[in-house]
Nanobody
Framework: QVQLVESGGGLVQAGGSLSVSCAASGRTNSRYALGWFRRAPGKERDFVAAISRVGSITYYADSVKGRFTISRDYAKNTVYLQMNSLKPEDTAVYYC?????????????????WGQGTQVTVSS
């Protein structure tokens, strides 16, 4: 079992930057691939980015490629999502997820554990 707690969301102007974090507890996060998803109002939960157990593989949604960066800190059991050049359409609740299978990709059903989410709002 692993528990995931997101933090760092907030309000930012378009073009700005924000970083969200996800702290894992219960087991070392090196056992899991970790991903970020987001759900905008009235929409489904969409894939944003993922990183493999040892951090050697990352995968991004086309909509964030070149603007967002996922990384992980094994000492802190934390995964980060650095978001630059933010757009109003990036406004959403951002969720952290963990995959025991080391799956790195957009399929929600391949992730075993989920956090509660953190709100990111980008104003125009």
């Amino acid at each position: 079992q692993v528990q995931l707690v997101e933090s760092g969301g907030g309000l930012v102007q378009a073009g700005g930057s924000l970083s969200v974090s996800c702290a894992a507890s219960g087991r070392t996060n090196s056992r899991y691939a970790l991903g970020w998803f987001r759900r905008a109002p009235g929409k489904e939960r969409d894939f944003v980015a993922a990183i493999s157990r040892v951090g050697s593989i990352t995968y991004y949604a086309d909509s964030v490629k070149g603007r967002f960066t996922i990384s992980r800190d094994y000492a802190k059991n934390t995964v980060y999502l650095q978001m630059n050049s933010l757009k109003p359409e990036d406004t959403a609740v951002y969720y952290c997820a963990a995959a025991e299978s080391n799956y790195v990709g957009p399929n929600r059903s391949n992730y075993d554990y989920w956090g509660q989410g953190t709100q990111v709002t980008v104003s125009s």
